[in-house]
């Protein structure tokens, strides 16, 4: 028998079997991510454990770890994505289980803002309301990040759509508090304990919120191309604001659209084309603003 302690659960036999088995649903890159998020899990149930044996696990799936380049089959217009995050809060029933209805509603939060406006994971994750979150004078509500927090030290400063000002302030008066359950934080993306979310749960949420509402696994840094592409086919003519859209600091339109490769796809061009319209409104502000931010 053990003696119950979470490293003598953890044994090479248990982690084997746990690796075989997220083989055979997702990517070598994601595998690596759940086994390193197993040994982070460790160090705080067990401080002091060496973890020497998953640490060896840890560094051989990184090195086998291969990203996927398929993203054309998990790629949607930036509005579908908008769309399916709001239908996402909406269909919420929180008489039910109110913990896990306020997580689903910041999934859906999570895939619409991220739709509005393409933040990079780690930006999110920083996210802090009054901070990061401002609600302007016409209930609107504004994304601001400061050079110094963000990776290519360019300002962030985008209003977005004033159809998610109803849904953000749901979230910041009935679920976020809810979360919190009296504590303080002011994170705008909360667990069901009222910790701020990591980067790494942020992540696995918003994969696993797009595949129950798209059939399709999207991460956080997939909807930056979907902005992208997704502006590229609808309106090639404002392609060059891509890098601005993005928030780049360099004129590098290339490394997220791949409007090149999907230009065989009816199936995607039959998506976005009767959405041009909305997914331009829903994604990017006027050029003369984005070139002020470039």
């Known amino acids: 028998m053990t003696s119950g302690l979470p490293a003598d659960r953890v044994t090479s ?25 197993l040994s982070e899990a460790l160090r705080v149930m067990q401080p002091g ?14 090195r086998q ?14 509005s579908e994505l908008y769309d399916a995050g709001v239908r996402r809060m909406l269909k919420i029933v929180p008489a039910i289980d109110a913990i ?12 619409a803002l991220l739709a509005a406006k393409a933040l990079r994971l780690r930006n999110l994750t920083q996210m802090r309301v009054g901070i ?26 985008s209003v977005l759509p004033a159809s998610l000002s109803s849904h953000i302030d749901v979230w910041l008066r009935v ?14 993306w909360l667990k069901a304990d009222g910790q701020p979310m990591t980067d790494d749960a942020i992540y696995r949420r918003f994969c696993a919120a797009s595949f129950d509402e798209l059939e399709r696994r999207i991460n956080p840094h997939l909807a930056r191309r979907i902005n992208a592409t997704g502006l590229a086919i609808a309106a090639p003519e404002l392609v060059e604001i891509i890098p601005g859209l993005l928030d780049h600091s360099k004129n590098d339109k290339d490394l997220y659209n791949m409007a090149d490769r ?31 931010r470039k």
């Open 13 to 37: 036999q248990a982690v084997a079997t746990y690796v075989t088995q997220l083989q055979q649903r997702v990517q070598s890159v994601t595998v690596a991510s759940y086994v390193i998020g």
């Open 49 to 62: 454990h060496k973890r020497t044996f998953i640490k060896a696990v840890v560094a051989s799936l990184k």
């Open 65 to 78: 770890a291969r990203p996927s380049r398929d993203y054309t089959s998990r790629l949607c217009a930036p």
């Open 100 to 111: 896990g209805a306020a997580l689903r509603y910041g999934d859906g939060l999570m895939m």
């Open 132 to 157: 990061h979150l401002v609600r302007l004078a016409d209930g609107r509500y504004e994304v601001r990040f400061a050079r110094s927090e963000t990776k290519t030290h360019v300002e962030i400063k």
């Open 175 to 188: 679920h976020r508090p809810l979360l919190l359950a009296g504590k303080g934080s002011d994170a705008m």
């Open 262 to 292: 999907l230009t065989a796809s009816s199936q995607m061009l039959n998506i976005l084309e009767p959405r041009r319209q909305a997914a331009i409104k829903g994604t990017t502000p006027n050029r003369r603003s984005l070139n002020r």
